[in-house]
């Protein structure tokens, strides 16, 4: 087997084209999965601070008695829990939509607002769940990706390694029949890179020999 891929150019081609890509499509997947979740979890986090100080915002001009539907709003929105306490630490209003279970990624604000000369506390404690979420959906992507990966591998390797060593192979089987000083044969390649260029210069060295060889 060895064998017949260093005698091979196909085959070489074939192997050498197929690592690449095969490398090339997992580095790019595994970036993917290393920043995707990451400017995910930057989009979010400053999604929920904006959200946050407009809600501080509205607290400071109506007061956090006639805010419950906007901490609630807020609290479902972001999967959040927040509480509103007052100077000396008593709570008064406090909502939790926040799933934490299992939950590693999350963030906290924190600020305080006046209402009728009093100082009040608000504190949020939000839940990033899309971040977990976009995280196990690419973990569980990854049999079909890896078939993806190797299907599309595959059939480039072929093309590519067909295109370059199939002319070259051609022209390999040309150069043998000269050893033999057959010149019968005409290579057929019809290309303006290095390949055709070579090609064109067998055929012309095949008809100048032919020559020679007929006024002899």
């Known amino acids: 087997m060895q ?18 890509l ?3 499509c997992i580095l790019i997947y595994g970036m993917v999965m290393i920043f995707l979740p990451r400017n995910y979890h930057t989009e979010l986090e400053g999604q929920v601070t904006s ?7 509205v607290l400071e001009r109506n007061g956090w008695e006639a805010s419950s539907d906007s901490l609630m709003e807020f609290s479902t929105r972001n999967n959040a829990s927040v509480e509103v306490s007052d100077d000396c ?20 604000c924190s600020a305080t607002f006046q209402q009728g000369g009093q100082t009040y ?10 971040v977990a979420q976009s995280y196990d959906i690419l973990l569980k992507l990854i049999p079909f990706i890896a078939v993806v990966i190797l299907l599309i591998s595959v059939i480039g390797a072929v093309v ?9 192979v051609s022209i ?17 390649v019809n290309r303006q890179d290095e390949i055709g260029v070579l090609a064109a210069s067998l055929n012309e060295m095949a008809e100048r020999l032919n020559n020679a060889l007929a006024s002899l």
């Not at 959200?51 to 915002?57: A, I």
């Not at 050893?179 to 057929?188: F, G, P, S, Y």
């Open 172 to 188: 390999s089987n040309v150069a043998k029949r000269m050893t033999t000083l057959d010149m019968t044969w005409k290579c057929e």
């Open 22 to 24: 095969v490398v090339c």
């Open 89 to 108: 630490g008593n709570n008064l209003f406090s909502v939790n939509f926040a799933d934490m279970e299992n939950l590693d990624t999350s963030m906290s």
């Open 3 to 20: 064998k017949k891929i260093r005698e091979s150019i196909w085959a070489k081609a074939f192997l050498s084209m197929l690592a690449l």
């Open 121 to 130: 506390h608000v504190f949020a404690n939000a839940a990033l769940v899309a």
């Open 160 to 168: 590519c390694s067909r295109y370059y060593s199939k002319p070259l």
């Open 51 to 57: 959200d946050f100080y407009d809600l501080v915002e």
